[in-house]
């Protein structure tokens, strides 16, 4: 897969997603399940403190997705806010980011 200007296109969809349970007693069961579900859904996520991030191929995102979903609803009514990216920065510009920030 090439961009439009012909340069080769990253392989990998980036993912980051939140779940917001309602109206429930307890709110880590619903997230916990959601981040396990994308996690056996084959991909690699990292949690942070307002929502969770992972990469992978085109088909295992949108699993995760929908098995995050289906997992995290299964304790109630649950909001989700999914980002999807097939524009993802480099290691190094993310670290050059990163280090302007604290300057």
């Not at 007693?25 to 981040?35: F, G």
Request: net charge negative; charged share 15%.
């Amino acid at each position: 897969m090439t961009t439009p200007d012909g340069t080769p296109a990253e392989a990998g969809i980036g993912l980051q997603f939140s779940v917001y349970p309602l109206r429930q007693a307890h709110l880590r069961p619903a997230v916990e399940a959601a981040v396990k579900a994308a996690t056996g859904a084959g991909v690699d996520v990292t949690v942070g403190r307002l929502s969770t991030f992972g990469q992978a191929d085109e088909d295992a995102v949108f699993a995760a997705v929908r098995e995050a979903f289906a997992a995290a609803r299964a304790f109630g009514p649950t909001v989700m806010v999914v980002t999807l990216s097939s524009g993802l920065p480099s290691d190094a510009t993310l670290a050059e980011i990163q280090g302007g920030a604290g300057a």
